[in-house]
């Protein structure tokens, strides 16, 4: 059993909450830098590519998971973010330049779209991102002059310092460029949440009236949250736009906006773990069913396993499981287990049960 004591405020905003903690991390660490010697070019980019959502996820959790508003629209701002950064490149720009500059581009016209929509709550916000995701189709089809309309954009090379760097002709250094892009966001986020911008977005999920009873800035608080939330999420998007290679609107649907909502809620709410083993739902789950199915029709010749449609039907049952059984999401369940083995023999059942989400002067909201 370990106890964690807390003698003064900064053991409360400490980065890791033990030694332990900090190796078990500097050991995952050094796995995914020896990832390339240890899977051939395929997974690598599979990895990469749940990397690259694993962005996204931490984008929308820091928005959905620790704001609470809710958004169906990140799709939108995914194509913002790989529309910006290819024009960019296409210009001559280069890349050390046009990523960054993305990203804060993205957030920046993310936080002007949202200013309109920051006093609405729960569905509402979440209906009038929908529009923001429906709008962001029609819009990069009129748009033919700078984003190539139906027939898209080609993503053109990376060159960073003369290094060459493409998802196919250098798989390993593209994995490298979004690994370094994903602890750069990390540390960004939980720096965030480590000051008190990040305390009043929890405060603010947690309750608007007591929050602003302290003292927050409600308006100023969102607005701040939705520019950061789409700012990380146009980094995402950027690498995605390279990771696909070419790209359309349809490349950014809406379907895309609710996966990365379900991601998040199946990953688990509120914690930065759950952007991650949600975007390992997403990654993999795809190649673990072709496997499966290749496995039944080798051996059992159940054809009728390749109908189309059935990755959306599993994820869809995953998402339905975990609702009903585990609405903590994979971390949730996680912590669950880590806290019996800690506390055990004094684990109590009920110690998890779920609060109320809302104060009784909020619930008409």
């Known amino acids: ?25 500097l050991a995952l660490l050094i796995l995914m830098l020896a990832l390339p010697l240890l899977l051939d070019d395929f997974f690598l980019g599979e990895v990469t590519y749940v990397l690259i959502f694993a962005i996204a996820g931490m984008g929308l959790m820091l928005l959905t998971g620790h704001t609470g508003q809710v958004s169906l ?28 500059l993305a990203g804060i581009l993205t957030g920046i016209i993310g ?24 709008l962001a189709d029609d819009i990069i089809v009129m ?5 190539g309309g139906v027939t898209g954009l080609v993503a053109p090379p990376i060159d960073i310092f003369g290094l060459d760097i493409d998802r196919y002709g250098t798989p390993i250094l593209f994995y490298f460029l979004v690994l370094f892009v994903t602890l750069f966001v990390l540390m960004i986020y939980r720096n965030i949440m480590r000051s008190p911008l990040g305390r009043a977005f929890v405060a603010m999920r947690d ?43 349809e490349t950014f649907n809406i379907v895309l906006s609710i996966q990365l909502l379900l991601m998040i809620v199946i990953g688990g709410l509120g914690s930065i773990h759950g952007a991650f083993f949600g975007a390992m739902v997403v990654g993999f789950l795809p190649q673990f ?17 390749s109908m189309p449609g059935i990755e959306t039907g599993v994820f869809a049952l995953i998402l339905v499981l975990f609702i009903l059984f585990e609405p903590m999401g994979i971390y949730g369940r996680w912590v669950k287990i880590r806290t019996y083995f800690e506390l055990f023999p004094f684990y109590r059942k009920n110690m998890f049960k779920r609060q109320k989400s809302y104060l009784k002067t909020e619930r008409m909201k």
Do not use: W
């Open 1 to 25: 059993m370990r106890f964690v004591f807390k003698r003064s405020y900064d053991d409360d905003i400490k980065l890791f909450k033990h030694r332990p903690q900090a190796f078990y991390y």
């Open 289 to 305: 069913i072709a496997i499966s199915r290749d496995f039944a029709t080798d051996n059992f010749g159940f054809n009728s396993l």
């Open 207 to 249: 309750s608007e009236i007591s929050a602003q009873a302290l003292g927050v800035n409600i308006t100023k608080t969102k607005a701040t949250a939705f520019a950061i939330s789409c700012a990380i999420t146009g980094l995402a998007g950027a690498l995605l736009g390279h990771f696909a290679g070419a790209f359309n609107n």
């Open 143 to 147: 748009a033919e002059p700078f984003t």
């Open 111 to 134: 936080m002007i779209i949202a200013l309109p929509v920051l006093r609405l709550h729960g569905i509402y916000l979440a209906i009038a991102t929908l529009a923001i995701s429906v």
């Open 73 to 100: 629209g990140h799709a939108a701002f995914l194509a913002l973010g790989a529309y910006l950064n290819a024009i960019m490149l296409s210009k001559g720009i280069p890349f050390v330049i046009t990523l960054p």
